[in-house]
């Protein structure tokens, strides 16, 4: 990668706070999102102006998330990880250490019954001969396994290191996102429109592998969320319902 502007993967705030080794360490204090003063819903975590909780819907879908998270990124209302788990009820968090491997990832990466992925570009020639398209994860489900996708959850720059410096997936198979889409997200500012947040990401894979439910459930989550949390900032409630809320709330009521 020549720089981080042309990350395709994971939330791109800058990031001017997570260079080092030294700060890969969880913070001692819970992170101060800007408006951190406003009151928060205690379920979604969003301001209780614009709740997300009326809009929370779960679906079902063959392939699992498994989010690989990075410590500064937990405490950020505008994560959109956690998006994925309120959505797919089996999706597993784990928290990137870089000396300190998560014994239950490890113990799940070392469990026959799945297939996991790592989803993260494929521009870099070093690990082109371990990069899949999603015809595999097909096959994987077709042998009888469990497709997983791992997310890495964080800045690209976050992504990045988690990539690099994490022995245990170095011998897993690397799932680009191959895609037209332009992020919707408005939360933070993108280096470039293709520029996908992590559920974004997560919606997009889901979709290209055969689980479209649960991908336009996912979207619509996403937006409602995106434009919830747009909206709290403005300081203004959502009076009127957006599209992605009445499909959810549709859905709800089944
Ligand atoms: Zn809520």
């Not at 410590?71 to 956690?82: S, V």
């Not at 011998?171 to 993108?190: A, D, M």
Request: glycine content about 4%; charged content about 30%.
């Amino acid at each position: 990668m020549k720089d981080d502007s042309d990350a395709p993967i994971a939330e791109r705030a800058p990031a001017p706070d997570v260079a080092s080794d030294a700060q890969a360490d969880p913070p001692r204090k819970p992170f101060k999102a800007r408006g951190s003063f406003v009151e928060r819903c205690e379920e979604c975590r969003l301001p209780v102006l614009n709740c997300l909780c009326p809009y929370r819907v779960t679906a079902e879908s063959t392939t699992r998330v498994w989010l690989l998270t990075h410590p500064l990124e937990h405490y950020k209302p505008t994560n959109t990880g956690r998006l994925i788990g309120d959505v797919l009820a089996d999706t597993e968090v784990f928290t990137w250490r870089r000396t300190e491997p998560d014994e239950g990832l490890l113990a799940r990466l070392d469990d026959p019954r799945f297939a996991p992925f790592v989803v993260f570009p494929d521009d870099q020639p070093d690990y082109a001969h371990r990069v899949v398209g999603p015809e595999a994860v097909h096959e994987a489900r077709d042998d009888g396994r469990i497709p997983v996708l791992i997310l890495l959850d964080g800045t690209w720059r976050q992504a990045r290191r988690i990539f690099r410096k994490s022995p245990y997936l170095d011998t897993l198979p690397v799932l680009p996102l191959h895609t037209s889409r332009h992020t919707r997200y408005h939360l933070r500012k993108p280096a470039s429109a293709a520029h996908l947040c992590t559920a974004e990401v997560a919606a997009e894979l889901l979709r290209q592998v055969g689980d479209a439910t649960a991908a336009d459930v996912l979207d619509d989550y996403f937006d409602v969320f995106n434009d919830s949390y747009a909206s709290s900032r403005r300081h203004s409630k959502l009076e009127t319902p957006t599209p992605a809320m009445k499909r959810l709330l549709a859905r709800r009521s089944v």
